[in-house]
């Protein structure tokens, strides 16, 4: 069963950086995590889950919601089985628990959330 845990979040200052990872297990030798197009969301108190970026299974392609760009940047390490948000630059309206995600195919899996608060 494949499994993602993320870490990373806290508590930050407006304009601070923080840098989320998200570790999966659980994968097998026909589907391993490097086939996986992996995934960061995130969802705020009352609002719907949203797409944060996003990062194709070899790493060539990136996708971004506007609201992110320039700012924060999505890359995976395939060996490790890993794949990461560097956050710079946050403001206030970015806090919100924080969704890593997988899918291949009709496969799709979810952490548990992390999450992250941008407050003075």
């Known amino acids: 069963q494949v499994q993602l845990v993320e870490s990373g979040g806290g508590l930050v200052q407006p304009g601070g950086s923080l840098r989320l990872s998200c570790a999966a297990s659980?994968?097998?030798?026909?589907?391993?995590?490097?086939?996986?197009?992996m995934s960061w969301y995130r969802q705020a108190p009352g609002k719907e889950r949203d797409l944060v970026a996003s990062i194709t299974s070899v790493g060539s392609d990136t996708n971004y919601a506007d609201s992110v760009k320039g700012r924060f940047t999505i890359s995976r390490d395939n060996a490790k089985n890993t794949v990461y948000l560097q956050m710079n630059n946050l403001k206030p309206e970015d806090t919100a628990v924080y969704y890593c995600?997988?899918?291949?195919?009709?496969?799709?899996?979810w952490g548990q959330g992390t999450q992250v608060t941008v407050s003075s």
């Open positions: 659980g994968f097998t030798f026909s589907s391993p995590f490097s086939s996986y197009v």
């Open positions: 995600h997988a899918q291949r195919s009709i496969w799709a899996y």
